[in-house]
Nanobody
Framework: QVLLVESGGASVQAGGSLRLSCAAS????????MAWFRQAPGKEREGLAR????????AYADSVKGRATISQDKAKKTVYLQMNSLKPEDTAMYYC?????????????????WGQGTQVTVSS
């Protein structure tokens, strides 16, 4: 019943910025983990950032540290990923994922719920 819907992906020039959104519905408990991953064709899924909705605890992957900010609007059950200084290597399908607890970003298989993805394309 848990549903995650991503939005905000677009084609942008290198150095530009995007804000991705993930709206969640169907949870029966108030606190859960929300995370962002990305995957390029033929590549492994890569964790980017996650947030525990209970206390706002945040973790980032080194690949986006300093360029990305994850945040939440608890009332809207929506999580955002603000990405700045975008590079061509950021081009990928970006996915939102959730779980009752926070697995490590290195373990995408432990996240139970996934959105359909939103495409980010960065041109040089």
């Amino acid at each position: 019943q848990v549903l995650l819907v991503e939005s905000g992906g677009a084609s942008v020039q290198a150095g530009g910025s995007l804000r991705l959104s993930c709206a969640a519905s169907g949870y029966t408990y108030s606190d859960y983990c929300m995370a962002w991953f990305r995957q390029a064709p033929g590549k492994e899924r890569e964790g980017l950032a996650r947030i525990w909705t209970g206390d706002g605890s945040i973790a980032y992957a080194d690949s986006v540290k300093g360029r990305a900010t994850i945040s939440q609007d608890k009332a809207k059950k929506t999580v955002y990923l603000q990405m700045n200084s975008l590079k061509p290597e950021d081009t990928a399908m970006y996915y939102c994922a959730s779980n009752p607890y926070c697995p490590g970003l290195y373990s995408p298989g432990l996240f139970r719920h996934w959105g359909q993805g939103t495409q980010v394309t960065v041109s040089s």
